[in-house]
């Protein structure tokens, strides 16, 4: 799959921020992503965001998860804003646009999703975010990227975020928790749970993506992503 590219006339003189969509599917993910991937073109054209979409390992070295902060990190030195959406993440709703939340002193943009088993569970997830490019930004995920002892953990780079914004991993895998504060978290903001819903405590009734990532079974996936994308067609029609 090869990316896609979407301009625009500008006036010379108007300054437009620029924003990328972003996804990455490789092996079984790939038929993942050729279904999502419906949702994200529309998500793009209606926003004005240029969308790259790849099935190529960008960190090759490293599990394929990894190169999703590989992708982010490049794209930040050609954009304003970088939004990354899962490839077993699809849009529902794309009436509204992330951007819309994007605030002068903040410059990450993600879920924190919660568990009803135990309410000291919580987790910022990173299969939906945007980010800004800034300095702090490409810092921060230099820092993820640093994250060496998560290389091979069952989280990834999911797991080098935790960590750096304060939450404990706990070795048994339980979700985890936030357990200290730490200075990076002013440059933060949790958003809605409309923008990466999920299942139990952490299912938004109105969702603006659906994240299905917590279903090891493919087939399943790959079902109930097919489902998504004949409701998101229904909902399209009903968009002015």
């Known amino acids: 799959m090869q990316s896609t590219f979407r301009a625009c006339y500008r006036p010379p003189c108007e300054r437009v921020t620029r924003r990328a969509l972003c996804s990455l599917g490789t092996g079984p993910y790939e038929e993942l992503l050729s279904i999502s991937a419906v949702t994200f ?15 190529r390992l960008l960190a090759p070295e490293r599990p394929p998860a990894w190169s999703k902060i590989a992708l982010v990190r490049d794209l930040l030195e050609r954009y304003d804003e970088v939004f990354w959406v899962d490839a077993d993440a699809i849009f529902l709703d794309i009436s509204n646009d992330i951007a819309e939340l994007v605030r002068p002193d903040k410059d990450l943009y993600l879920v924190e999703h919660v568990y009803a ?9 990173t299969g939906v975010f945007l980010v800004r490019s800034t300095a702090w930004a490409r810092d921060f995920l230099a820092r993820v990227w640093g994250a060496e002892q998560y290389v091979d953990h069952p989280w990834w780079e999911n ?24 200075e990076l978290e002013a440059r933060v903001e949790l958003i809605g749970l409309e923008w990466n819903s999920t299942a139990g405590a952490s299912l938004a009734p109105h969702p603006r993506i659906r994240h299905h990532g917590r279903s090891a079974n493919l087939s399943d996936l790959r079902r109930k992503l097919e489902d998504d994308l004949v409701t998101f067609r229904r909902h399209l029609s009903q968009v002015p």
């Open 41 to 55: 073109e529309a998500y793009a054209v209606r926003h004005g965001y240029d969308l790259h979409l790849t099935t």
């Open 117 to 125: 088993e135990n309410p000291e569970w919580r987790s910022a997830n």
């Open 159 to 182: 797991a080098a975020v935790l960590d750096l914004l304060g939450y404990e991993l706990a070795p048994d895998l339980t979700p985890p928790r936030k357990v200290r504060r730490t």
